[in-house]
């Protein structure tokens, strides 16, 4: 049989912050990529507002958080007000587990132009704007899509199809893919100002069964505002200024400001019942629609991204990559609806339905108040569903103390090298799976051969001291763990062990040092086989794409 004559590797339909990310991580993996987005430009108005760390950490997978950085409001917090005014609670994360600030403010359009720009260093990412998805069809080991471009029709044949193109998504309705879930039956009057006389730095909630609101800061000096529409208030009455401006007015300062977009939005809280069809994949509001009240809808897809890159660049060089494959959405889904469910708590916190609710609502806050753990817990936003996968593409083990990291994303220290040099820890891990001896002398429990056996499947090894031991030089990279964060649990109890990292940094596996040659079988699943030494060195690792950015610390 002929093999077919193909375009690209990769199709990618939607050039929103999930597809133009998608993008960036398959070119700086050598990927030969079609980007196609129907309208002729990136977005143009604020939608999305907030970025966390997690989706930072993805960024800098791409050697993009440096430049996201400088456009950001960085490490914003919260304030729960009652009725009356008064703050009943405080949300004011200052860890960086994961490298970064967990809550950061920035303007979508500002941020989608930036990751369009980036494109342009790779040289097998095609972006193709004002171009249509019209059809597709999955015919034996490849996809054809139908496309229209300045009325021309033509095809184009891929590996694979990710479909980024929205809630509304024209390939997910095309496969035949149900959305699972609710809509809300609440309207909230979305407000955008161009510049603001509020001069609060964290989001303000509004907790008021007459109305909830809430404040949220951006980049110099703009704001956005979001009032619950009232029961017989309509679309077309909220839409008009003179409502807005009177909503302005009764939360604080901001009732004369220029206004950029006024827009009434009604939210889901849906998830797609599969995520891959053949081919053909699901990312982004395409795969699910959460509600805005965790601000984790944008984040959601751009972590669908960074777990779907490794895996197809993977899968195009494997002879049998379904397991691989199927893992997307064995590891996604879950988590995904995760953040739903967290989105719709926090919605019945900023949504009291009565006086006698919302009393008590605050008064469960105070309470937790008193008691430092749960202080803690609030403030560090340590109610937020950590990053863990039960199944996919991991190897859960009973006999390990430090087991409970498995699933995991690992933290992202500030690490120091040998020669005192401090950089966060990606930027350290070359862009493959990595073995991470976690030992207070990493050099003395691998063996010259054993190192060779880890290189020759795919992997590296890199060594981690805890904070009370100095790394030293060896034949391959020893860091000292500065920021701590490998001395906490779960991960503490991995002294000893050597942790198998993917290549989006989670803990595929664990084994104690005495039997590191347990991972061989694990790293066979995470990538593909026969790799030459000439294709490992053409995949830049995150260091060069780190250093290329100037980042060294976290901003």
Same mark, same amino acid.
């Given at each position: 049989?002929?093999?077919?004559?193909?375009?690209?590797?990769?199709?990618?339909?939607?050039?929103?912050?999930?597809?133009?990310?998608?993008?960036?991580?398959?070119?700086?993996?050598?990927?030969? *990529?079609?980007?196609?987005?129907?309208?002729?430009?990136?977005?143009?108005?604020?939608?999305?507002?907030?970025?966390?760390?997690?989706?930072?950490?993805?960024?800098?997978?791409?050697?993009?958080?440096?430049?996201?950085?400088?456009? /950001?409001?960085?490490?914003?917090? %919260?304030?729960?007000?009652?009725?009356?005014?008064?703050?009943?609670?405080?949300?004011?994360?200052?860890?960086?587990?994961?490298?970064?600030?967990?809550?950061?403010?920035?303007?979508?359009?500002?941020?989608?132009?930036?990751?369009?720009?980036?494109?342009?260093?790779?040289?097998?990412?095609?972006?193709?704007?004002?171009?249509?998805?019209?059809?597709?069809?999955?015919?034996?080991?490849?996809?054809?899509?139908?496309?229209?471009?300045?009325?021309?029709?033509?095809?184009?044949?891929?590996r694979y199809m990710v479909a980024a193109d929205g809630g509304r998504s024209t390939v997910r309705k095309a496969?035949?893919?149900?959305?699972?879930?609710? *809509?809300?039956?609440?309207?909230?009057?979305?407000?955008?100002?161009?510049?603001?006389?509020?001069?609060?730095?964290?989001?303000?909630?509004?907790?008021?069964?007459?109305?909830?609101?809430?404040?949220?800061?951006?980049?110099?000096?703009?704001?956005?505002?979001?009032?619950?529409?009232?029961?017989?208030?309509?679309?077309?009455?909220?839409?008009?200024?003179?409502?807005?401006?009177?909503?302005?007015?009764?939360?604080?300062?901001?009732?004369?400001?220029?206004?950029?977009?006024?827009?009434?939005?009604?939210?889901?809280?849906?998830?797609?019942?599969?995520?891959?069809?053949?081919?053909?994949?699901?990312?982004?509001?395409?795969?699910?629609?959460?509600?805005?009240?965790?601000?984790?809808?944008?984040?959601?897809?751009?972590?669908?991204?960074?777990?779907?890159?490794?895996?197809?660049?993977?899968?195009?060089?494997?002879?049998?990559?379904?397991?691989?494959?199927?893992?997307?959405?064995?590891?996604?889904?879950?988590?995904?609806?995760?953040?739903?469910?967290?989105?719709?708590?926090?919605?019945?916190? &900023?949504?009291?339905? %009565?006086?006698?609710?919302?009393?008590?609502?605050?008064?469960g806050f105070r309470l937790l108040g008193l008691y430092s753990p749960a202080r803690d817990y609030v403030a560090?936003?340590?109610?937020?569903?950590?990053?863990?996968? &039960?199944?996919?593409?991991?190897?859960?083990?009973?006999?390990?103390?430090?087991?409970?990291?498995?699933?995991?994303?690992?933290?992202?220290?500030?690490?120091?090298?040998?020669?005192?040099?401090?950089?966060?820890?990606?930027?350290?891990?070359?862009?493959?799976?990595?073995?991470?001896?976690?030992?207070? &002398?990493?050099?003395?429990?691998? %063996?010259?051969?054993?190192?060779?056996?880890?290189?020759?499947?795919?992997?590296?090894?890199?060594?981690?001291?805890?904070?009370?031991?100095?790394?030293?030089?060896?034949?391959?990279?020893?860091?000292?763990?500065?920021?701590?964060?490998?001395?906490?649990?779960?991960?503490?109890?991995?002294?000893?062990?050597?942790?198998?990292?993917?290549?989006?940094?989670?803990?595929?596996?664990?084994?104690?040092?005495? *039997?590191?040659?347990?991972?061989?079988?694990?790293?066979?699943?995470? /990538?593909? *086989?026969?790799? /030459?030494?000439?294709?490992?060195?053409?995949?830049?690792?995150?260091?060069?794409?780190v250093a290329a950015a100037g980042e060294k610390t976290p901003g």
């Amino acid at each position: 049989m002929r093999p077919t004559l193909l375009d690209a590797d990769i199709l990618i339909v939607g050039a929103g912050p999930t597809g133009l990310l998608l993008a960036n991580l398959l070119g700086s993996m050598g990927v030969d *990529t079609i980007l196609v987005e129907r309208n002729e430009t990136t977005v143009q108005e604020p939608r999305a507002v907030s970025i966390d760390d997690e989706s930072m950490r993805a960024l800098q997978a791409a050697g993009l958080s440096a430049e996201i950085s400088a456009i /950001t409001a960085k490490g914003y917090g %919260s304030l729960y007000k009652g009725p009356s005014g008064k703050v009943f609670a405080e949300v004011k994360p200052f860890v960086k587990e994961y490298g970064f600030d967990k809550r950061n403010a920035f303007e979508q359009p500002e941020f989608e132009a930036t990751l369009r720009r980036a494109l342009g260093r790779h040289g097998k990412v095609d972006a193709r704007f004002g171009v249509t998805l019209t059809g597709f069809e999955q015919v034996e080991d490849h996809v054809v899509a139908d496309m229209t471009e300045n009325g021309r029709a033509y095809q184009l044949r891929v590996r694979y199809m990710v479909a980024a193109d929205g809630g509304r998504s024209t390939v997910r309705k095309a496969l035949g893919v149900v959305m699972e879930g609710s *809509t809300f039956e609440e309207p909230w009057l979305i407000v955008d100002l161009a510049t603001t006389r509020n001069r609060c730095f964290h989001t303000e909630v509004f907790c008021d069964p007459k109305r909830s609101a809430i404040s949220l800061p951006g980049p110099g000096g703009i704001r956005r505002y979001e009032f619950k529409l009232n029961a017989g208030e309509t679309i077309e009455e909220a839409e008009r200024e003179t409502f807005a401006r009177r909503l302005l007015g009764e939360v604080g300062p901001d009732r004369d400001e220029p206004i950029r977009r006024q827009k009434v939005y009604t939210f889901h809280a849906r998830i797609a019942s599969r995520w891959r069809k053949g081919r053909v994949f699901l990312a982004g509001d395409a795969a699910h629609l959460t509600p805005p009240f965790a601000g984790q809808g944008m984040n959601s897809g751009l972590r669908d991204a960074h777990n779907l890159a490794w895996k197809l660049a993977e899968a195009l060089t494997m002879a049998d990559p379904e397991d691989l494959l199927d893992s997307y959405q064995t590891e996604r889904k879950p988590h995904a609806w995760s953040m739903i469910e967290l989105a719709l708590r926090m919605g019945k916190v &900023m949504m009291p339905d %009565s006086s006698v609710r919302g009393m008590a609502i605050r008064t469960g806050f105070r309470l937790l108040g008193l008691y430092s753990p749960a202080r803690d817990y609030v403030a560090q936003m340590k109610y937020k569903p950590k990053p863990k996968f &039960m199944a996919g593409m991991i190897r859960r083990s009973a006999n390990s103390a430090g087991a409970p990291a498995v699933g995991r994303m690992i933290p992202q220290p500030l690490v120091t090298q040998p020669d005192r040099e401090e950089f966060l820890l990606d930027a350290c891990l070359p862009d493959r799976p990595v073995v991470l001896i976690f030992d207070e &002398m990493p050099d003395r429990v691998v %063996s010259a051969d054993l190192h060779a056996r880890f290189s020759a499947a795919g992997a590296e090894i890199v060594g981690l001291t805890p904070e009370w031991m100095n790394p030293v030089q060896a034949s391959f990279p020893i860091l000292k763990d500065k920021s701590r964060f490998f001395s906490v649990p779960p991960f503490r109890d991995c002294l000893g062990h050597g942790l198998l990292l993917r290549r989006d940094r989670y803990v595929a596996a664990i084994e104690p040092v005495a *039997t590191l040659e347990l991972l061989l079988p694990v790293i066979e699943r995470l /990538t593909a *086989t026969g790799h /030459t030494e000439q294709n490992r060195d053409s995949v830049p690792v995150a260091a060069e794409a780190v250093a290329a950015a100037g980042e060294k610390t976290p901003g």
